[in-house]
């Protein structure tokens, strides 16, 4: 939009004559920007968790939870039920597992590259744990990257002694689990230590997700290790069976897994899942605040509009005699509309330059109290080109009712 020296003169000294209402609407449009900068910031990062990906078959995966059993009969009990279990039709592999991606079931523990590392060094990676019973990986899907999973010897001679760690000394890492141990080396054949545990890794799996996942720092979410696991050895450590089977099946695999292992464990308590409902449970609390943040734009952004539509309906209706004398002699209804746009505009780039300032310093304080992330310098020119265009759309209607006075307004209230 060219701008003449000879438009602003006027445009100015009519804003310093209705300074109030022009403070106002560049208030309220600063606030709206800053606002909306933030808001569609956290929006993005909300969906971006929402589809972080996970290497496993999500599709397929049915879960049974088991509660109430007999730690000391579990040795004997989890391999009859797996037998009947992979029974089911339809049932492609069946394990159990201590934990979940997205289950909120999190096994912690800290480990280093050093002999003398212990579990309390700072400069420790933290990661999740999953014990897999045999056949775990298969059931789970997980995409062997380098080396191999677990044999049979490695899955019978693990087990929970007296510590919280098992006794065999192989794992199988993540992707980026491994590349946060040994940056830009191979992770086969190295050691990771937590005093007085060590544990060699054998295989690399592709990025698989923790239970609880962290927003601020996404690549840590992948951080897991997985260790071998025996019935025998599990102390009743094992949480949830897993079923893995064709999509089309998982519903009819579902309750026929949850009423097989009610039937075997009758003092129990069976409870099956889909797993794309555990992940969509997870996520659930991100989907409703990015919905309730996208209805905060909406909200912010139509007060806006029917602020500058109302402002600007009232200064038309103030000044219909100004616009007939300058009717009258030679203004074109295109130079009247152009005098609003451009009104709306110098109060539009004060409001953004405003705002812009006023988002920085919200994502600030975001990020030292609420741990939110630096937000992308290109959010705030992006929020101020559509407080620009609102504005321009917004006046439209009111600058195109004053490019209709005609001159003969000039005449009246004399």
């Known amino acids: 939009m060219a701008i003449r020296s000879t438009e602003i003169r006027p445009i100015l000294a009519s804003l310093r004559k209705h300074r109030i209402p022009a403070l106002l609407i ?26 972080l990906p996970s290497a496993i078959d999500q599709q397929g995966l049915v879960t049974v939870s088991l509660r109430g059993t007999d730690d000391k009969l579990v040795g004997s009990d989890i391999p009859r039920n797996l037998a009947a279990l992979r029974g089911i039709a339809g049932v492609q592999q069946a394990a159990v597992t201590t934990s979940l991606p997205l289950s909120h079931n999190n096994w912690g523990w800290s480990f280093g590259v050093s002999p003398d590392s212990a579990v309390a060094n700072r400069k420790n990676i933290n990661v999740s744990l999953y014990f897999l019973g045999e056949g775990g990986g298969k059931a789970l899907g997980l995409h062997v990257l380098q080396g191999r999973f677990f044999n049979a010897d490695e899955f019978a001679g693990s087990k929970f002694d007296t510590a919280a760690l098992p006794e065999t000394h192989v794992v199988v890492m993540t992707r980026t689990a ?9 992770a086969l ?24 996942v962290y927003t601020q720092n996404t690549s840590k979410s992948y951080d897991a290790i997985y260790f071998p696991m025996s019935a025998a050895g599990s102390k009743g450590a094992f949480s949830y069976y897993i079923l893995r089977g064709a999509p089309k099946d998982r519903d009819r695999i579902m309750r026929e897994a949850e009423q097989k292992l009610a039937e075997l464990n009758p003092g129990a308590v069976a409870k099956g899942k889909i797993y794309m409902d555990i992940r969509n449970d997870y996520f659930a609390d991100m989907r409703s605040m990015a919905w309730m943040l996208v209805l905060v734009c909406a909200v912010m952004l139509a007060v806006t509009a029917f ?43 004060a409001g953004v330059l405003i705002g812009m300032l006023l988002a920085f310093g919200i994502n600030l304080y975001l990020m030292q109290h609420y741990e939110m992330s630096r937000m992308p310098w290109y959010y705030l020119p992006a929020g101020a080109v559509t407080l620009w265009l609102l504005g321009q759309l917004a006046v439209l209607g009111p600058a195109l009712r004053a490019a209709s006075v005609p001159p003969v307004e000039a005449t009246r209230s004399v």
Not at 26 to 51: T, Y
Not at 325 to 341: D, M, P, S
């Open 307 to 349: 602020g500058i539509v109302g402002l600007t309906s009232f200064w038309v209706g103030q000044r219909r005699r100004q616009i007939g004398i300058r009717r009258a002699v030679g203004a074109t209804r295109g130079q009247i509309l152009g005098y609003f746009r451009t009104e709306n505009f110098l109060l539009s780039t």
């Open 26 to 51: 560049v208030l309220e449009i600063a606030l709206a920007c800053a606002v909306l900068c933030n808001a569609v910031f956290m929006i993005s990062q909300r969906v971006s968790d929402i589809q």
């Open 178 to 186: 491994a590349s946060r141990f040994w940056p830009g080396q191979s």
């Open 189 to 212: 054949g190295k050691t990771i230590y937590s005093k007085p545990f060590y544990y060699t890794v054998v295989g690399v799996v592709d990025d698989v997700l923790r239970p609880n």
